[in-house]
């Protein structure tokens, strides 16, 4: 999803309040906040792909998968909101109406245009900040291309390119390989990049 600026420096309390007030979902970075803008078609539909195959991968386990709807703490000064996260074993929140996460397994960002730039650079250095954090996904809403780091044994982050419709994208870490085909349902690209 894209970000719109408010400009203004904000408290940590005023967002809070703002969100609230408002019911529009704001990025928090550093004391600025960033409205987040509605996705497309191919945005909703292919977050919506991938959590039903990852639900039904998850059952009877001890993760589960939450929409965009939540908010995750990256620092005292950063909070994002992922398109989709996973979180394995006990889910641990800052607030008590569950709202903003502090140990997601993994998130994931259907990118646009308007947002590659963030989501594959600044945002993705504050996702791989989290202690909590095994694997980022990002999906392509474009073409036929989905990209993963995944955390190391040895704490370093290991990238992976998907391409290909008949492969699969192993998220170990939370125990489900998602097929890039499922990813990319309902969707047929005449020119990929």
Request: aromatic share 12%.
């Amino acid at each position: 999803m894209e970000r719109q600026p408010v400009y203004r420096k904000w408290t940590f309390e005023e967002y809070l309040a703002y969100e609230e007030e408002t019911g529009i979902k704001h990025e928090y970075i550093d004391g600025e906040i960033y409205a987040m803008t509605g996705g497309t078609k191919k945005h909703s539909v292919m977050a919506t792909n991938c959590t039903t195959e990852i639900g039904v991968q998850l059952r009877d386990s001890d993760c589960y998968v939450a929409s965009s709807d939540m908010r995750v703490q990256i620092s005292p000064t950063k909070f994002v909101y992922p398109d989709f996260l996973v979180v394995c074993g006990q889910d641990e929140f800052m607030d008590d109406k569950e709202v903003t996460l502090l140990n997601p397994t993994l998130v994931a960002e259907v990118i646009s245009d308007s947002s590659e730039k963030y989501d594959k650079g600044l945002k993705s250095e504050y996702y791989r900040s989290i202690e909590s954090l095994q694997h980022y996904l990002i999906v392509d809403q474009n073409r036929v291309y989905v990209q993963l780091y995944t955390r190391g044994n040895d704490g370093k982050w290991i990238f992976q390119e998907f391409k290909q419709r008949d492969t699969m994208i192993p998220l170990e870490a939370i125990g489900v390989e998602l097929p890039v085909d499922e990813v990319y349902r309902g969707f047929i690209f005449d020119n990929p990049l």
